[in-house]
């Protein structure tokens, strides 16, 4: 294509000029194409004729292998579990978001670990505590065989009967059993009601002694100011037994058998400072009563009467 030079030196492209340009790359581009068909063509023939050569070449031996072959890939293909193609991943399905799907899929088999054997060491709740517990199988053993002995029975006790030989009524049981208060403790009795009135002063005498050292204070008891139906139902008094002196002899701390008191009343009476502070007391009422009592008024007139 050939441009047309202006006066001023400068190259314009006409119209006319860029569409010879366009008709003469058509032609150029369709000449290729009809070569490269012809050149296709060409190869395609050459193909067909040797494909038909090769056709001709193979014997029987060769079409069975190859059947024996495909049958091989297409049986491995059956075993092969799906979505293990190249480019797939294995994935396990635990449930279904869709009903239908999850009714479909059995459910998971339950974890059954069957019997275990008992441990050795029981731990507490606390971690920090360690072990409360630890077995021995030896011991449990030897355990469960003696538990398996069958000892005799133990023989049911003959019937309570009284000194003529009969039974005792119902009646008389329970006032037998009620006659102390138990094992527990240790068979404490119960008087009987024509000891009640000397006890009851006995049980005076520990209530008041609180009198004795006015600065102590003591509890109020129970049945203290209700007479004898204060008493405790199951109690009693001892007495201080002397033991032998560290040395095995006669000790003068010991009280002879002539000095003892029979009862706690006595011994209280005949105590030195209990008796002084009893004497004290009294003085102290006397005056008090001998200020209102008889010869008094005389001395309380003589008071009123004017000193001028």
Known sequence: MALAALDKGKGKARPEDLEDEEIDQNEVEGSESSSSSDSDSDSDSS?????????????????????AKARQNARAKALQPAGTAEGEEEFIRLGGDDEDEAKEEPPLPPLDTGSLPQPYI??????????SKIRDPDIEAVQKAASTITAPAVPVPPPQTTKDGKRLTKKELKN???????????????????????????VEALRLHKQLD????????PG????IKGLPKHFAIGTIIPSNS???GPNADN???TARKRTLVDELVDDAEARSYAKKKFKELQTVRGARGRGTLAAKQALRKPKW
């Open 176 to 202: 037998l059993k009620n006659q102390t208060a138990g094992k527990a403790w240790f068979d404490l009795p119960a008087p009987p009601e024509s000891e009640l009135p000397r006890l009851y002063r006995e």
């Open 255 to 257: 009280l002879p058998r």
């Open 47 to 67: 193909d067909s004729d040797s494909d038909s050569d090769s056709e001709d070449d193979i014997s029987p031996d060769v079409l069975d292998s190859l059947l």
């Open 224 to 227: 203290e100011g209700k007479g």
């Open 122 to 131: 029981e731990l507490s709740e606390d971690r920090g505590a360690g072990p």
């Open 246 to 248: 560290p040395f095995g």
């Open 214 to 221: 006015p600065k102590q204070f003591y509890r109020k008891e």
